[in-house]
């Protein structure tokens, strides 16, 4: 089993309105100091043998992001590293 | 003249687009997302909707529908496609259309029988209105925001390409205040708001959406002519 | 297509199944964790006779809950049957999953309202959104095709924090799920009062329509039949949601676990309601039945107990998204997006390949036998047997006690009538601004904005008119109207007549839109019913709603109760809701509430008295509540609703639009407001009160109507032939003209506009903080 995980974001030039609420929010949290907040997706996929990057690279293109307006990174992640501990 | 109409999983608006071909004079013939056969249509529309939930990213999935495939061909052999709400989703995902669709601005779903100036009359679905004509038509989404880059924007203004504007105010934020565009020939034509809701005095607020389904069967009369 | 999955986790030994139960009869069992009272457990080991296994434990845990088995409320609600009126018009009524009123010899339609008040406080978004998703289920098992929805919401003071937290996400999740169903929101009201603090009232309501000959029902008769589940995988949601039930394992931890909280898919839901629709098109199912609260136990039985058939089922075929779920998990869990299905083996085949089609997975779990036993097997070990009717028909019955509350003559004493009043013009039109602006008489664009009222297209006519229509035929153009209504500050004051009021309200509201009213549903939502205060409160809203539907001759065809509603130890005001369904023959004659032609001629119809007590007016200026509520009269408002049907037909109406909470004043400012027209009016000399007490007073039976220039003598000869008082006001102004009453004040309409639409917008219009 190899686990991927594919990290998408709003191009940078890209307004964020939901992050921008988010941010909006910190202060009557009593949280100053933000700059800016910017909100992306996480998918991570379970593939039975570890794939070939171009395959991941071009499911990113294609689907997992939307070129016109998002960026992707790659993550190959092994067998005994979890992805991200739950909350 | 006998005009597709798409049902995706998820597809909500269908039976209304297929009215609204009906009342216009047309035969509504309905099209299957895992069938890429078209049968014969001579026109197809996308219509609008949750299609596969807007999971992932809206029209994301939808465009991967074996339909898909030859409503591409179609559109390359210049055959006129609509697509409305979700419709253009999932034409801007499947790059028929340039730019997205994201997030309405204020992060609400927005109902609204919004103004629209329609900007050019030299697409198969617009030929029956006026450039600068005013029409009431059903706005219904939550991301029904507009984006481009710089240089796209400025293209579609130069070749006459942006088909409609927001007027009065600018409902989700849509760069430039656009409602609606079409591709370089003019076949293709993406909008936000739902034309096919303002086709009948008792169920709309106005009748001035039923000039895009009269539109392009008077646009096909003429090839076939 | 079905999953079968290894099970995972569970020990053998441990497994608690029918044989080890009769070998251990002494086992301590945790009942009372689970809700059960002593003597309701022995009654369990005396239907059973031996003591339960730990899965119908768990079944009998849920079932026997308030919620599921109406234990405190049957021997009240009864009365909707005793006292129901006949009509020729139902097809299925209480008992049901919903009510069917035939329309025409080929079309009925069903409807009902239903709560989900507790979890939307807990997670508003998914709390609401699952509401709609549980009574749109309910609609699509009567064989009809989800059409429309309305939601009456009620939430607490607006200007509390914690307001915006629970109205935003319920409103989205409202929207986000309706709207990805492609139902309209075709009306509902948003009510704001402190008692709902803690607890808000979601209640949604489902209109759906069916031909007359798709009528399904929830037997499973057949012995040799297949019981199959269709939709969304199972997994832990909900549990502990009905009853107290904790999914991992009786012990003091699981005591203190929050039930999950239920996530609605409504893509999937879409995807079933088009599966089921297209499997009864083909008759292809002999029984259907919806999972809702208390999930696969309560299917299973309630489909065998109404056929009076057992049930042999193989729980291991249930398709799981957790695969370590324990047996008496699987039974309880809540797990949205799914429905139950009879279906003869000859069909299986295409039963399948129609879900299949639709991408919704779809599992045969089992069969309908004639023992008259459900018996469930884990593996093949019988995990419960018992006789579906004691899950599902012979729950407790409580006669709880009643008792009225001891301060009810002294609040009704307390009188709002003597309360200070404006008297100068100045003083008048300051209270007309202030009431149209404050959070419940204020424009609700800000809310329905987030519905879509189109899709389908068939919506004649949605917020904020008086009735939600919708067209059923184009050809014929029939159609019916729906009004959901309820005032709890009546309903404190006087249960009885708050009841009444709150029927007579829906009614009205149907009737003014040139409807026949014709069916009734209602939701009672309620405090505690171990509070003989609050028990005393729901027998006298049961008695009224059920006499007053007698004497309208509308009967109840179905509807909910929701107890226990409370903020801290405060119970709820009594707040039943009560939704009136009508018929139109031709939609296109609907009348619009707004004035719309400038010279109409302005009458009000009905009787005014001074009335205050319970009002708007005196919550809003004295945050006063006291007195008793204004005077029902069914009979006037049966006269009022022919009248305007009978001047409907005749030509004589331009609008009408039904005074309620705010009284005449805020029916001036909605009919003006509506297109943007303005008024002159002048009040009578010998108005009851003066002129405050005639624009305020909140006497029911009442509408605003205009009538074009010329036919108000025959409109005026109209009402004295129905025997309903009229009041001529005064005439429509031109657009954009002010709203004047002569002699005493006149408001800008572009001033009253933006007193009356600033108000949600200002409150509840931040960005929301939270990303989807």
Redesign the interface.
């Known amino acids: 089993m190899a686990r991927v995980v594919v990290d998408v974001m709003l191009k940078p030039e890209i307004l964020d309105p939901q992050g921008q609420a988010v941010a909006n929010a910190l202060p009557r949290l009593g949280v100053t100091g933000v700059t800016s907040v910017r909100i992306g997706r996480r998918i991570e996929l379970e593939f039975t043998e570890p794939p070939e990057p171009e395959t991941v690279r071009q499911l990113a293109d294609r689907l997992l992001a939307n070129p016109v307006i998002e960026d992707y990174t790659v993550s190959f992640v092994s067998d005994e590293e979890p992805a991200g501990e739950p909350a | 003249m006998r005009i597709g109409v798409v049902t995706f999983p998820g597809s909500l608006d269908d039976v209304d687009a297929a009215r609204a071909v009906r009342l216009a004079g047309g035969e509504a013939v309905s099209l299957w997302h895992a069938d890429d056969q078209l049968y014969g249509v001579d026109a197809i529309i996308l219509p609008g909707g949750f299609s596969y939930g807007d999971y992932l990213r809206c029209g994301a999935i939808a465009r991967f529908a074996p339909v898909m495939e030859s409503v591409m061909a179609a559109a390359a052999a210049g055959a006129p496609v609509l697509g409305i709400c979700n419709g253009f989703q999932v034409l801007c995902e499947a790059h028929l259309l340039p730019g997205a669709l994201t997030r309405n601005q204020h992060l609400h779903f927005r109902a609204r029988d919004q103004r629209l100036q329609v900007e050019t009359n030299r697409t198969a679905w617009t030929m029956g209105y006026t450039p600068g004509q005013e029409i009431v038509i059903p706005l219904k989404s939550g991301e029904g925001r507009y984006v481009a880059d710089t240089a796209t924007l400025d293209e579609l203004e130069r070749s006459g390409r942006v088909v409609a504007r927001y007027v009065d105010d600018n409902p989700n934020g849509s760069m430039r205040d656009i409602a609606a565009i079409c591709n370089e020939a003019g076949n293709v034509v993406g909008m936000m708001p739902h034309p096919e809701h303002a086709v009948d005095p008792l169920t709309g607020p106005s009748t001035d959406g039923l000039t895009v389904f009269t539109s392009v069967l008077k646009h096909l009369a003429g090839v076939a002519a | 297509m079905s999953v079968e999955l290894e099970p995972q986790g569970i020990e053998w030994d441990h497994l608690d199944t029918v044989a080890r139960a009769a070998e251990t009869p002494h086992q301590q069992q945790p009942y009372e964790e689970l809700g059960l009272r002593e003597d309701e457990y022995e009654r369990i080991r005396e239907v059973l006779g031996r003591r339960p296994t730990e899965s119908e434990l768990a079944m009998y845990s849920i079932m026997w809950s308030e919620h599921c088995s109406y234990k405190s409320s049957k021997v009240h609600l009864s009365k909707f049957q005793d006292l129901a009126p006949s009509s020729d018009r139902l097809l299925a009524g209480i008992g049901e999953n919903a009510g069917v009123v035939k329309i025409t010899d080929e079309l009925a339609v069903t409807f009902k309202v239903e709560s989900h008040n507790h979890p939307s406080f807990i997670e508003p978004y998914q709390g609401a959104a699952t509401g709609v998703g549980g009574i749109v289920r309910d609609i699509l098992a009567m064989g009809a095709r989800p059409v429309a929805v309305m939601d009456p919401l009620r939430v607490g003071a607006a200007d509390h924090p914690d307001t915006a937290r629970v109205l935003t996400g319920v409103v989205?999740g409202i929207?986000?799920y309706g709207?990805?169903?492609?139902l309209p929101n075709i009306g509902g009201e948003v009510v704001f009062d402190p008692c709902y603090q803690g607890n808000p009232l979601v209640n949604a309501l489902c209109l759906g329509v069916l031909p007359v000959d798709r009528l399904q029902n929830k037997a499973a008769t057949g012995p040799g039949n297949l019981v199959v589940l269709m939709g969304a995988l199972t997994g832990r949601d909900g549990i502990g949601g009905v009853s107290v039930l904790a999914s991992a394992g009786f012990d003091q931890e699981a005591a203190t676990q929050r039930p999950s909280v239920q996530v609605g898919?409504?893509?999937?839901e879409?995807?079933l309601i088009e599966a089921c629709l297209e499997l009864y098109e083909a008759g292809l199912v002999v029984g259907v039945q919806d999972l809702g609260g208390a999930g696969l136990t309560c299917a299973l039985s309630e489909t065998a107990a109404a056929a009076g058939t057992g049930m042999e089922i193989a729980l291991e075929r249930v398709p799981l998204r957790e695969p370590s779920m324990a047996p008496h998990e699987i039974l309880a869990s809540e797990s949205q997006e799914r429905m139950l299905l009879i279906v003869a083996p000859e069909h299986l085949e295409a039963v399948l390949a129609v879900a299949e089609k639709?991408?919704v997975p779809a599992t045969a779990i089992g069969t309908v036998t004639d023992t008259g036993i459900l018996r469930v097997t884990w593996h093949g070990h019988a995990v419960a047997e018992l006789p579906p009717s004691s899950l599902a028909d012979d729950g407790p019955v409580y006669a709880r006690p009643i008792r009225e509350p001891a301060d009810l003559p002294l609040l009704q004493a307390d009188r709002a009538e003597t309360l200070p009043r404006p008297t100068t013009g100045e003083q008048l039109r300051e209270t007309v601004l202030r009431l149209a602006a404050s959070p419940n008489l204020c424009d609700r664009t800000w809310i329905?904005?987030?519905?879509?009222?189109?899709?389908?297209?068939?919506?004649?006519a949605a917020m904020p008119e008086n009735a939600g229509v919708i067209?059923l035929d184009?050809r014929t153009?029939v159609g019916v109207a729906l009004s959901v209504d309820g005032n709890s500050r009546y309903t404190r004051l006087d249960p009885y007549t708050g009841a009444q009021l709150a029927l007579a309200e829906a009614y009205r509201n149907v009737a003014v839109s040139g409807a026949v009213p014709v069916a009734v549903t209602n939701c009672l939502n309620f405090g505690s019913p171990e509070d003989p205060h609050v028990m005393w409160q729901f027998a006298e809203a049961v008695r009224g709603l059920a006499e007053g539907c007698a004497q309208l001759g509308i009967p109840v065809t179905g509807g909910n109760v929701s107890f226990y509603n409370a903020t801290g130890p405060v119970a709820i005001n009594p707040t039943p809701i009560v939704g009136v369904l009508g018929v139109l023959e031709d939609?296109?004659t609907r009348i619009p509430m707004g004035f719309s032609h400038p010279g109409d001629v302005i009458i009000l119809v009905g009787e005014t008295r001074e009335e205050l007590s319970g009002s708007e007016w005196a919550w809003v200026t004295h945050g006063h509540l006291g007195g008793s509520p204004p005077a029902v009269d069914l009979a006037a408002e049966q006269r009022l609703a022919t009248l305007i049907r009978a001047a409907r037909d005749l030509d004589l109406l331009r609008s009408a639009h039904d005074l309620s909470e705010g009284g005449l004043a805020q029916a001036l400012v909605e009919a003006c407001l509506r297109h943007g027209y303005g008024a002159t009016v002048a009040l009578p000399e010998d108005a009851p009160g003066g002129p405050f007490g005639f624009l305020f007073s909140e006497s029911a039976g009442r509408a605003l109507v205009s009538v074009p220039l010329g036919r108000e003598k025959a409109f005026a000869a109209q009402c004295e032939e129905h025997q309903v008082p009229w009041t001529p006001l005064g005439v429509v102004a031109g657009a954009d003209a002010p709203l004047t009453v002569t002699g005493q004040f006149e408001i800008d309409l572009a001033e009253l506009r933006t007193a009356w639409s600033s108000t949600l917008p200002k409150l509840f219009?931040?960005?929301?903080?939270r990303?989807?």
């Open positions: 989205a929207g986000g709207n990805a169903l492609g898919d409504p893509f999937m879409k995807l639709w991408g329905t904005e987030q519905f879509d009222r189109y899709v389908r297209g068939n919506t004649v067209r184009e153009r939609v296109a219009d931040q960005l929301t903080a990303p989807e």
